[in-house]
């Protein structure tokens, strides 16, 4: 077994996760197991509904809400320069501290009287991520102020109609590096989505900026889509090695390590090419998706930089949890390697930089610069993270494969 061969059976394997209801037979299970459940939970949820059904049939009232003692009323919350910002809204530290660990397991909002309603309250079981250092960076109020103002529309922002028509070979490797990103975009949606809903609502702020990176991702996707199609090529070929890297990113078993394995390695990769679009473009369209793309992508190579920073910061035994990322990242930079020896990705970035098929030999100097870029900024991500590779890195600093 070669060294790659062994690191890829180490992949980080979890269950899968109990199948949703689709066939008419689960559904009709599924059903009456709710009703089951929610029967069950009669005795707590009838009895406060019976309560508020007899005030009200004895004509009274409860006003218990205007009362304020357990409350922080008259904390004013001041706009800033840009308006009233998540950031300003977390100054006040009655709203604005989050807890390290939460047990606040419904949907009661950080800041409410919601203590004096504790034993009453529901706990949403899918709510597991209870702790801040799993998902918390310094940067996400920031982040999410800045993905609501730069929000574009792959309808109407790209100039669809002025797509000039190029050589054959060179639609086929733009729409090629389409289907590939079209591929990447579906990952980069879906692994925030699996998080999202098992996040507990004290950390609403992390769940409002990845919300933004899912419909960010679902734009990536649209536009690579389209792309593929605008030019009357179409999509291409899937990419079965990359595959396998998607799902390792996928079913990472905590947000912090797939976090790594996405946003620090896998988008940073992405946000590498994007940047490299100058190159990659052969018209003034694909420039323009590209850099339109790049900015989404720096968000979120940022948030994943700082989250893994103050994951590793907030960590009770530095060192251990250094080792253990350490054995995480042995295999997580494989992604880079898988990606950039897939033909789908390597050939047609290299026709594009080359310029045609029979040049392909001189784009693979550019794929060799690529490489050396997506290496180095990966391991100055690290670095930033308080995490160095440099002397651990599983994969070659310099292309190896130079034509
Ligand atoms: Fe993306
Ligand atoms: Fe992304």
């Known amino acids: 077994m070669t060294a790659t061969e062994s690191r890829v059976k180490d992949l980080p394997i979890i269950l899968p996760e109990p199948s949703e209801a689709t066939s008419g037979e689960q559904v009709e299970q599924a059903t009456e197991e709710w009703v089951e459940k929610f029967r069950g939970y009669y005795d707590q949820w009838g009895t406060l509904l019976q309560q508020n059904l007899d005030r009200l049939s004895r004509g009274s009232y ?3 809400w205007l009362d304020t003692e357990h409350t922080h009323w008259g904390t004013r919350v001041q706009p800033s320069s840009r308006g009233l910002t998540a950031a300003d809204i ?17 949907f009661a ?3 409410s009287a919601r203590d004096l309603y504790k034993d009453a309250m529901p706990v949403i079981e899918g709510y597991d991520v209870l702790d801040k250092s799993h998902l918390w960076a310094d940067n996400v109020n920031t982040l999410y102020e800045e993905a609501k103002v730069r929000q574009w529309n792959s309808t109407t922002d790209i100039p669809w109609s002025e797509l000039e028509p190029v050589s054959e070979e060179l639609e086929k490797a733009a729409c090629q590096l389409s289907t590939f990103l079209t591929e990447v975009e579906f990952v980069a949606g879906d692994f925030p989505s699996r998080w999202v809903w098992r996040t507990a609502p004290d950390f609403f702020e992390v769940n409002n900026f990845l919300t933004t990176q899912m419909v960010d991702e679902a734009r990536h996707m649209e536009v690579f889509r389209k792309r593929a199609m605008a030019g009357a090529g179409g999509l291409m070929h899937p990419s079965p090695a990359f595959e396998w890297a998607l799902k390792a990113i996928l079913e990472s078993p905590t947000h912090s390590q797939g976090t790594f394995l996405l946003n620090v ?19 003034h369209v694909d420039k323009e998706i590209f850099r339109l793309c790049m900015q989404d992508e720096a968000r979120h190579v940022s948030y994943g930089t700082l989250e893994f920073k103050a994951y590793l910061d907030a960590a009770a035994d530095r060192e251990r949890a250094l080792a253990d990322m350490h054995r995480f990242a042995d295999i997580g930079e494989q ?4 990606a950039l020896s897939e033909p789908a990705l390597l050939e047609s970035v290299a026709v594009l930089m080359g310029g045609s098929v029979a040049e392909i030999d001189e784009g693979m100097e550019g794929v060799g610069f690529l490489w050396s870029t997506i290496v180095e900024e990966y391991l100055q991500r690290c670095d930033r993270a308080g995490f160095s590779r440099r002397d651990r890195c599983t994969i070659p600093l310099e292309f190896p494969w130079a034509a």
């Open 62 to 64: 409860s006003l218990h």
């Open 90 to 106: 977390d100054r006040p530290k009655v709203y604005g501290t989050l807890p390290e660990h939460t047990e606040w397991r419904n």
């Open 109 to 111: 909002p950080r800041g």
């Open 265 to 283: 390695l896998g988008e940073g990769l992405v946000l590498s090419i994007f940047r490299a679009g100058e190159f990659l473009s052969k018209t």
């Open 335 to 338: 992604i880079i390697l898988t």
